[in-house]
T-cell receptor, first 112, second 113 residues
Framework: ETGVTQSPTHLIKTRGQQVTLRCSSQ?????VSWYQQALGQGPQFIFQ???????GRGNFPPRFSGLQFPNYSSELNVNALELDDSALYLC???????????FGPGTRLTVT | AQSVAQPEDQVNVAEGNPLTVKCTYS??????LFWYVQYPNRGLQFLLK??????LVKGSYGFEAEFNKSQTSFHLKKPSALVSDSALYFC???????????FGSGTKLNVKP
């Protein structure tokens, strides 16, 4: 059974640029959630996708957007990057929208 | 505002002693409750969850958690701590009304030999 994978591992971008992060869900999981984790803090919920539709969103501006594909993999897109977007971005998949989540290792984004 | 609180940044306990990591929440309705653990250089791992039923739920590695609806708490417990339990623990809540998740800020558990 393949776990949740994320790419890339690390990324450095300049303020104002756009970034796309990718996530492959665990086999058999149809739900993907994205989180932002700043250093020393707990994960902050960005949004969740269930069967290719957004199914819940946290307090993040519209420049944070996502997609889920028919194979349930997912992308997180962030436009107009700001310095405060520097964080670890976590993807988690689950068998249902309220089930326990299985996390990937994360993508470390640095905005300079 | 909806939130999850872990009042202790760090908990220190001697190996073999019982441990408790505290969590309280402020979420409307009947939320789903979770505990996750993060070992150094590893991703977040699911420990246990409460959805409904018995207030004491059992999870992985001998951990259990007690749900208290009147106190809106979901404390993590283990009868006898191991040095290998040393890690960062996160409490999480699923708000079913608004389809959102909330995580606490984490509690670092140190188990000393």
């Amino acid at each position: 059974e393949t776990g949740v994978t994320q790419s890339p591992t690390h990324l450095i971008k300049t303020r104002g640029q756009q970034v796309t992060l990718r996530c492959s869900s665990q086999s058999g999981h149809n739900t993907v959630s994205w989180y932002q984790q700043a250093l020393g803090q707990g994960p902050q919920f960005i949004f969740q996708y269930y069967r290719e539709e957004e199914n819940g969103r946290g307090n993040f501006p519209p420049r944070f957007s996502g997609l889920q594909f028919p194979n349930y993999s997912s992308e997180l897109n962030v436009n107009a990057l700001e310095l405060d977007d520097s964080a670890l971005y976590l993807c988690a998949s689950s068998a249902g929208t309220a089930d326990e989540q299985y996390f990937g290792p994360g993508t470390r984004l640095t905005v300079t | 505002a909806q939130s999850v609180a872990q009042p202790e940044d760090q908990v220190n306990v001697a190996e073999g002693n019982p441990l408790t990591v505290k969590c309280t929440y402020s979420v409307s309705g009947n939320p789903y409750l979770f505990w996750y653990v993060q070992y150094p250089n590893r991703g977040l791992q699911f420990l246990l969850k409460y959805i409904t039923g018995d207030n004491l739920v059992k999870g992985s590695y001998g951990f259990e958690a007690e749900f208290n609806k009147s106190q809106t708490s979901f404390h993590l417990k283990k009868p006898s701590a191991l040095v290998s339990d040393s890690a960062l623990y996160f409490c999480a809540v699923r708000d079913l009304n608004f389809n959102k998740f909330y995580f606490g800020s984490g509690t670092k558990l140190n188990v000393k030999p």
